[in-house]
């Protein structure tokens, strides 16, 4: 799966006069913003996290690199209820997107701060119904993951200067204090969750369209403690 997607939503120009939209942000210039400053998810409900960039599930790509998934995984402890993981939002901004999904609902919001950026999370029994132009607050709650047919994911996209929607790595947007959380589980560093570009184009995958073939050569989990 590419994904070029640009969003005009509450597009306009900048005071600068360049014509280039508020709603963009080059990473390679400004680096990535730590604007996600609550998580996403249920933690404690987790066993491991899928690293950015892995062969996990399937091609989730965009326009500057293919096949790999550039998004997170989540999966739930065993011997758990995964229909009573917790979902929430990770950020203060407005819905830009609610799609039906083949297990539960994908929200995409995005950002009051940073409106270049838009957090989308997977897979999600609604509690109340959300519409595209909703406002919702950091921390409010959404409903739960849909079940165990399925794991938990989110990913990040950035509306890059040339106009094409530019995946980065949930954990490089999230506040050094949420960071602490997987600390105490035993990450050490953000970097133990992302698969670096050159590392995997060092050792690329195998697609079949969205469908991942043959094995990796690289260590596609972090486990939590």
Same mark, same amino acid.
């Given at each position: 799966m590419v994904l070029m997607i640009f969003s005009s939503f509450g597009c306009k120009k900048d005071n600068g006069g360049s014509g280039i939209p508020e709603d963009t942000w080059d990473i390679e210039v400004k680096g990535i913003p730590k604007f996600i400053r609550h998580d996403y998810v249920e933690l404690s409900k987790i066993s491991r996290v899928s690293k950015f960039r892995s062969g996990v599930g399937h091609d989730y790509s965009d326009a500057f690199e293919h096949c790999r998934s550039i998004k997170h995984y989540f999966e739930p402890k065993s011997g758990i209820d995964w229909t009573g993981v917790k979902i929430f939002s990770p950020i203060s901004g407005k819905v830009?997107?609610? !799609?039906?999904?083949?297990?539960?609902?994908? *929200? !995409? *919001?995005v950002s009051d701060s940073f409106p270049a950026f838009r957090v989308t999370i997977f897979h999600v029994n609604l509690s109340a119904a959300l519409q595209v132009g909703d406002n919702i607050i950091m921390g409010q709650p959404l409903g739960t993951h849909i079940g165990a047919q399925t794991m938990s994911d989110v990913s990040v996209i950035v509306n890059d200067p040339t106009r094409q929607g530019r995946m980065v %790595?949930? +954990? %490089?947007?999230? %506040?050094? !204090?949420? +960071?602490?959380s997987y600390v105490s589980r035993g990450v050490i560093a953000r970097d133990d969750l992302i698969i670096s570009k050159s590392l995997r184009d060092a050792h690329p995958l195998q697609c079949n369209g969205d469908i991942f073939v043959g094995t990796d050569s690289l260590i596609n989990w972090v486990e939590l403690n």
């Open positions: 830009t997107r609610v !799609e039906q999904e083949w297990a539960g609902t994908k *929200i !995409e *919001i %790595s949930y +954990f %490089s947007a999230l %506040s050094d !204090e949420v +960071f602490t």
